[in-house]
């Protein structure tokens, strides 16, 4: 069935000409450096046909040298891939090694920095996430030494500036001259700088020409679909329906010139029926879906095969130990720090803001981001801590700003009962005096499945939720997706259909763009889906950030509104 279906929507899979002749590819020495535990190696990128002797060869090394280098890789069982990074020692007098450059003067400020050669320091250009801790860590060095080495006064940092890192385990000892941005680039154009960690910046790190070539675009894509469809027994069909709309995300990309080779696997019962091998031959795998699943996933996986986390929020926690990892969901977490900042937004002057928590109750880690971001605002506001029985005359209690302010409520708490008690009071506030155009209530996205709050009240208090999945029905683009669906399949979509599809369109869509290595790119690039915004924070894995803002109108209409 799922085999067949695949097959009525992608057409035929073409297939691949054969190689008729080796050609084995060059090896360049890199130009790339870094340093780690106080020893200094090249950074090289693997290229298609490249081999161990050949690389080894042209550095001076050998692989015994390489294997030592790399424990990690396992490249004496699992042998070398296509894009892998490989460290390779440095040897002064190797073929293509260039002597250290004298450090030249500069015009200005002069500081202390260790008495190690000046070629042998790396430049290091800092990304948007990094502070001076982590990047000292990374180096091995104290952040005392980095800020000599440069002539900071202050740790912060800003975006793409170029810091020079002392070698790890050396003291401050001499003076050399400081290299501000504007220098560095400079000398890197002439030459006279060590090149930067391709860890940490590979768009910067390596030639332009290296550049274009990881990544250029490509046209065919093989990726994988893992989802527990249990098909021998009772299928599940909110998974059927997450496969149908990747199956149209297929389709739609077909139409725009994309090849979508889709392999589709069974993961009953916590089985992963996939190979390593297999896994790594993918430009994209969507699933698992459980966290236990994804686990097992990953652990087999190559580390180079990104994996996307497509329906469990609570996978966020995979992204810390497993850098391949792309959570596709926005976490309830998430969602509360943009609700805090959604508030800060629209507070005006005079306007008046409670926070409501609920009195001796186990607050859930959503709810905690609440308490804790509202701590941090800046905003004035008072704290109304009662239990769920004594919120009879809580509107009361509430002072009534003057004459067109707003009062706004923000809840932290996800228990029924209570959120329930502060959507009747929410309701009495504004229906007093006909200030409904006055009362705001934020709250968190599971006010949305509590059964036992009256609907009318939610529009009555102008509700105000941060969410990480909701439909926008009089959007063009969801109106053409509910036709060309109905059309296909016979049935409505649902929620799932509509994630399936976003998650595949856009992930193949960035594979597609920049080829295998679309995965470093994800953090400059924001995406927008039917139901979904995808904006990507790295974690070790990249994890989506991004929520949609919903409100309730008192014409009981729920507008997206961002």
């Known amino acids: 069935m799922i085999c067949l279906a695949a097959a009525l929507l992608l057409g035929a899979v073409p297939l691949h000409a054969q190689d008729t002749e080796y050609k084995a590819t060059p090896v360049t020495i890199s130009k790339d450096k870094v340093r780690e535990n106080g020893k200094l190696y090249y950074s090289h990128v693997v290229l298609e046909r490249q081999t161990l002797f050949s690389i080894a060869k042209a550095y001076g090394v050998t692989i015994q040298d390489i294997y030592d280098a790399n424990p990690t890789l396992k490249l004496e069982t699992e042998g070398l891939k296509t894009y892998q990074i490989l460290h390779i020692p440095y040897v002064e007098n190797a073929p293509g090694a260039e002597a250290p450059a004298p450090a030249q003067k500069a015009q200005a400020t002069v500081v202390s920095a260790p008495a190690a050669q000046p070629g042998e320091y790396i430049i290091h250009t800092v990304k948007w996430y990094e502070d001076l801790d982590s990047i000292a860590k990374k180096y091995g060095v ?30 401050i000892t001499e003076d050399i001259p400081v290299v501000f941005e504007e220098e560095a680039a400079k000398a890197e154009e002439d030459g006279g700088e060590k090149s930067k960690n391709i860890f940490e910046t590979i768009g910067e790190a390596i030639s332009e020409k290296a550049e274009e070539f990881l990544y250029s675009g490509k046209k065919d894509i093989t990726a994988a679909l893992i989802m527990p469809f249990n098909a021998t027994k009772s299928p599940n069909e909110n998974n059927l329906e997450f496969y149908s709309g990747v199956l149209m995300a297929a389709r739609d ?119 804790e971001k509202m701590q941090e605002s800046g905003l004035q506001y008072s704290t109304i801590t009662y239990g ?175």
């Not at 980095?146 to 500036?161: E, F, V």
């Not at 879906?289 to 996933?297: F, W």
């Not at 002057?349 to 859930?364: C, H, M, Q, S, Y």
């Open 142 to 171: 104290s952040k005392e030494a980095i800020m000599k080495a440069n002539g900071m006064t202050s740790p912060q940092l800003s975006r793409k500036q170029k810091l020079r890192i002392p070698p790890a385990g050396t003291e």
């Open 253 to 371: 990309l077909k139409a725009e010139g994309i090849n979508v080779d889709l392999s589709v696997y069974d993961a009953v019962g916590g089985n992963i029926p996939v190979t390593a091998e297999k896994l790594g031959s993918c430009d994209v795998v969507i699933g698992p879906i459980s966290t236990a699943d994804l686990s097992a996933t990953l652990k087999v996986s190559p580390s180079g095969t990104p994996i996307v986390s497509p329906l469990e929020p609570k996978a966020v926690e995979l992204a810390r130990a497993y850098g391949n990892l792309i959570q596709a969901p926005s976490s309830a977490e998430n969602q509360s720090e943009d609700l805090v900042e959604w508030l800060a937004e629209e507070y005006r002057p005079g306007d008046r803001i409670v926070l409501l928590v609920e009195k001796n109750a186990t607050r859930t880690a959503a709810a905690n981001v609440i308490v």
């Open 388 to 562: 769920p029985l004594e919120g009879r005359n809580l509107s009361n209690s509430i002072e009534s700003p003057g004459s067109g302010r707003s009062i706004r409520l923000i809840v932290a708490s996800e228990s029924e009962a209570f959120v329930n008690d502060v959507v009747r009071n929410a309701n009495r506030l504004a229906l007093r005096n006909n200030r409904r155009d006055n009362v705001v209530l934020y709250s968190i996205s599971k006010i949305r499945s509590f059964d036992t709050i009256e609907v009318e009240y939610l529009h009555n208090a102008n509700l105000h939720v941060s969410i990480s999945y909701f439909v926008d029905y009089d959007s063009p683009a969801v109106q053409r997706f509910l036709m060309r669906y109905r059309a296909l399949f016979n049935a409505e979509p649902g929620p799932f259909a509509f994630q399936g599809y976003d998650t595949a369109y856009n992930f193949i869509k960035m594979c597609s763009k920049y080829g295998r290595r679309w995965p470093d790119k994800l953090d400059e690039e924001d995406m927008r889906g039917l139901q979904s915004n995808f904006s990507f924070d790295r974690r070790g894995g990249h994890v989506n950030k991004a929520v949609r803002r919903i409100v309730y109108g008192q014409d009981y209409s729920i507008r997206l509104v961002n």
